[in-house]
């Protein structure tokens, strides 16, 4: 599976110019089966939910599911939504053929209030596509391993982040300890820039392999990147090692 990851700037809570930003980046995707953009991709990482929220069918997603129609290919990322008079931390994964699922972000950064704006999911999500399964969180879900614990034998975990550079140490080492501890190929996809609270991000989006090795490095500044994946490479991995099956049964109070 061909996966592209797009790491650059945002404009602040600028729908419609960040998706002029990112059509001009995908058209230069030449052919892939999965694009990934980064955390409220549209806004940046806003707790204005009541100024920068969209409806579930509002303009951004309609964009995504004409992005993946026109590139013949799955569009990943989160998006601010309101829904029922509550606003979400939103991630939709939308198939080429425009259909698609959503993960509302479980874990919710109290550090940075947004649990005061937004209203926290209380569901795991496993997409099935092209033969793998992809288990997509959102940054701040990165801390907490037990949610994203491969019980469901997924291959991909896949995380989309806002995530500052002034802990950006966490973020490698976090997305490397969960490659390893779920024998999955592993996917982070940061932004770069400043916001308008003035905090830096530099990107280090990676994709890591079941063994936690690199098959992306971690790199500053904007850029798309191109990374395959193996699948009898993980299946391989996973019958040598078989570490996944001494793993512990639990049960997740929500």
């Not at 980046?25 to 980064?38: A, F, H, N």
């Not at 801390?143 to 291959?155: A, I, K, L, Q, T």
């Not at 995380?159 to 490397?176: E, G, N, T």
């Not at 191109?226 to 929500?254: C, G, Q, S, Y």
Request: hydrophobic share 40%; charged share 20%.
């Amino acid at each position: 599976m061909k996966i592209s990851i797009i790491q650059t700037t945002l404009a602040w809570e600028d729908a419609a110019a960040n998706r002029a930003h990112f059509t001009q980046l995908i058209d230069t995707i030449q052919e892939t089966d999965l694009i990934v953009l980064p955390e409220m991709f549209t806004s940046g990482f806003t707790m204005n939910a009541a100024g920068a929220s969209e409806a579930p069918n509002g303009p951004s997603v309609v964009w995504m599911q004409q992005m993946a129609q026109d590139k013949n290919c799955a569009v990943s990322g989160s998006i601010s939504i309101k829904e029922d008079e509550k606003y979400y931390n939103r991630l939709f994964f939308v198939y080429p053929d425009g259909s698609m699922q959503t993960y509302n972000k479980r874990h919710l950064f109290s550090y940075g209030d947004e649990h005061n704006h937004y209203t926290k999911g209380t569901e795991k999500l496993i997409i099935d596509y092209k033969g793998w399964k992809i288990c997509p969180l959102i940054c701040y879900d990165l801390r907490f391993p037990v949610f994203s614990r491969n019980v469901e034998g997924y291959d991909v975990l896949l995380y989309v982040a806002s995530w500052p550079q002034a802990r950006i140490y966490a973020w490698d080492a976090l997305l490397k300890a969960r490659a390893i501890e779920n024998q999955s190929y592993t996917i982070g996809v940061n932004r770069v820039g400043t916001d308008a609270a003035d905090f830096l991000y530099n990107g280090h989006s990676q994709v890591l392999d079941p063994l936690g090795g690199y098959l992306l490095e971690p790199t500053d500044g904007d850029g798309v990147f191109n990374v395959t994946l193996d699948k009898n490479a993980l299946e391989a991995t996973r019958t040598r090692f078989a570490f996944l099956n001494d793993r512990d049964h639990f049960d997740i109070k929500l």
